[in-house]
């Protein structure tokens, strides 16, 4: 059965150091894709990043940058030079199949509640 | 901000009552799908609507249903409200053509308190 799995309920790290989050996946499906969303108090999930289990390079976007081990079913999301704005929770998510696939249903993680300090 | 707006932002409802939460997709996209999320967890997917139609579904119970207009906004509907409905209802649309489906964008969600 699909299912994602965050073993880090809360995280603390000091402003403009790095971070990484903890995410593993179990699926049987050989096609997916992995994201990550952050989530402020205020409600919104915002997208910050998307690998697919085909890609052969690690997927980064500005400070974030994702960790993909295939083999070890994990997909941790690096945030460097960590700022206080990333105070926040976050979400690992799968969806199974290509991008093409019929649905967009996302299998979302129990979520690491990240504080930034000073 | 992505464009996705929903209506209500807050809601209190009592046992065994209806509710009716709206979802304005992003310009562009089709599809719309809805997540139930209940404090401390993450969403939990309801369904997807693409062209009016779903097409696609989690587990939840047939009380829970969903229209999609032809402007592409979505209603979801919880009849006989349970007190485990309590939680933020979220809606997500993207864009689905030629078979492809990209990124969804969430809304700021509905918080719904049943008493």
């Known amino acids: 059965a699909q299912k994602i799995t965050q073993t880090q309920p809360g995280m603390f790290v000091q402003e403009k150091e790095a971070v990484t989050l903890d995410c593993t996946y179990d699926t049987s499906d050989p096609s997916y894709g992995l994201f990550w969303y952050k989530q402020p108090s205020s409600g919104e999930m915002i997208f910050l990043i998307y690998q697919g289990s085909y890609d052969q390079q690690n997927a980064t976007e500005g400070r974030y940058s994702l960790n993909f081990q295939k083999a070890r079913k994990s997909a941790n999301l690096v945030i460097s030079a960590s700022q206080l704005g990333d105070s926040a929770m976050y979400f690992c998510a799968m969806r199974e199949g290509r991008r093409g696939g019929a649905t967009n249903k996302l299998i979302f993680g129990t979520g690491t509640l990240l504080a930034v300090q000073p | 901000e992505t464009g996705v707006t929903q209506s209500p932002t807050h809601l209190i409802k009592t046992r065994g009552q209806q509710v009716t939460l709206r979802c304005s997709s992003q310009?562009?996209?089709?599809?719309v799908s809805w997540y139930q999320q209940a404090l401390g967890q993450g969403p939990q997917f309801i369904f997807q609507?693409?062209?009016?139609?779903?097409?696609g579904r989690g587990n939840f119970p047939p009380r829970f249903s969903g229209l999609q207009f032809p402007n592409y906004s979505s209603e979801l509907n919880v009849n006989a409200l349970e007190l485990d409905d309590s939680a933020l209802y979220l809606c997500a649309s993207s864009a689905q053509t030629s078979g492809s489906i990209y990124e969804q964008y969430f809304g700021p969600g509905t918080r719904l308190t049943v008493t």
């Open positions: 609507y693409y062209r009016e139609e779903e097409n």
């Open positions: 310009s562009g996209h089709n599809t």
